[in-house]
């Protein structure tokens, strides 16, 4: 089972597709959580991904915005693909029938 | 500040693998983050890959049974150079005279200290550097901490007194009766409390460090090359254990004497120095060929 902050970044690497490195990751995860993304806790994380067959990276090439330096490239695997489905699909049966709207309305102040 | 916050990104983020640099530098380039920023997140990375590397149980081994020994023994040694050179320094910083400069035998006495004192600080400075060199060679990644740990170690031997076992038991049942000739050079604070610290910096911390960063480099060298340092590390280091004062103590005068006398002990004499041949040979490499691997390929 995927933890919450290595699917968001398994649905970022798989929303940027081609693109999919570092620095557009933690862009993806700021704009879409709105909260900070360390750089520590994205390749730390890429890592274990990637040990586990989730992600495969390499080096791409250097570009002058950079630089000249290279980008950490990331692609989710099958495998990758696969345990986003079933984390997304667990998301989904467990919050069947729980509406968050109406409990923070009922909870808010 | 943002200068000094980019320059500590740079020194901080070569603790990374150098792909990994390379790629989080990128990143923060074109994030356009801070220097504070930058710095953080740089700083929680590296600690994050450090704790990883702890979560092994070899880095511990070497922790426990390699580097704290080391540092303890050479904490030892380095107090008794001091205390043999703080009564060389003080004969002549605290009592000088210009008057003495006019006299022949003032500087044949002068020759012979430095010479004396030099051959009791070039070993400790050999064994300092090899026992960095182990540790260096143990992990490029982990070297950092350990060059930080090393340095608390030894920081802990000279300012808590590093355990000499049974030494103590032993000075205090043979303790001459009369007062010590030495005492009142280590009444001086200076020389009790501030120069064996000098003494640790200089002979001990700082030639470990150098050590570790060329032992980074010993993973470059070809096997026969590595087999031969490690030879000659693993003498070195025996010849710092046997010449402690915890170890003799425990060795029978009987066996002392037929070890001190052997011709294993000569050699290991001579081995002791074997950083400085090292340096001077990868120095004279790397200027022929410009690289370091030539020490391992070229000379045997």
């Known amino acids: 089972m995927l933890g919450e902050f290595e699917y968001l970044l398994l649905t970022a690497a798989a929303r940027l597709g081609e693109d999919a490195y570092g620095a557009a990751m933690r862009q993806e995860i700021e704009d879409a959580t709105g909260r900070g993304c360390s750089i520590g806790a994205l390749y730390t994380t890429l890592d274990r991904l990637e040990a586990k067959g989730f992600v495969k990276t390499w080096m791409g090439d250097p570009t002058p915005q950079r630089g000249g330096r290279p980008k950490r490239m990331v692609r989710v695997t099958a495998k990758g693909i696969q345990a986003a489905s079933e984390f997304y699909a667990a998301v989904t049966r467990v919050s069947r029938g729980v509406s968050w709207e109406a409990n923070r309305a009922g909870v808010g102040p | ?300």
Request: net charge positive; charged share 15%; aromatic share 14%.
């Open chain 2, 1 to 300: 500040m943002t200068r000094t916050c980019w320059w500590l990104v740079d020194r901080v983020s070569r603790m990374l693998e150098p792909s990994e640099q390379d790629a989080v530098r990128g990143d923060l380039a074109e994030s356009g983050e801070s220097g504070g920023q930058a710095l953080r997140g740089v700083l929680g990375l590296v600690v994050r890959r450090q704790a990883a590397l702890w979560k092994d149980w070899r880095p511990w081994v070497v922790l426990v049974g390699v580097m704290v020994p080391l540092g303890m023994a050479l904490s030892i040694v380095s107090n008794l150079t001091a205390g043999v050179s703080a009564t060389y320094l003080w004969l002549y910083a605290n009592n000088w005279d210009w008057a003495l400069l006019r006299h022949a035998e003032f500087w044949y006495e002068l020759r012979d200290s430095i010479a004396f004192i030099f051959m009791r600080c070039l070993p400790l400075v050999c064994w300092s550097w090899t026992a960095g060199f182990v540790l260096g060679s143990k992990s490029r990644r982990i070297v950092p901490v350990y060059g930080i740990l090393f340095c608390l170690v030894l920081v802990f031997g000279v300012l808590l007194g590093a355990p000499r076992y049974l030494a103590y038991f032993f000075q205090y049942a043979n303790r001459p009766l009369s007062p010590n000739q030495n005492d009142p050079i280590f009444a001086l604070a200076f020389y009790r409390e501030i120069f064996p610290l000098i003494v640790q910096a200089v002979l001990v911390a700082v030639p470990s460090v150098w050590g570790m960063r060329q032992g980074v480099e010993v993973g470059r060298l070809s096997p026969l090359v590595r087999i031969v340092l490690w030879i000659a590390a693993i003498g070195t280091l025996t010849m710092l254990v046997i010449q402690g004062p915890g170890f003799v103590f425990f060795l029978h005068a009987y066996w002392l004497q037929r070890i001190s006398q052997g011709w294993q002990m000569r050699l290991l004499q001579i081995v002791v120095y074997w950083p400085v041949a090292y340096l001077a040979a990868s120095a004279i490499l790397r200027r022929w060929h410009g690289r370091i691997p030539t020490v391992g390929v070229d000379s045997l």
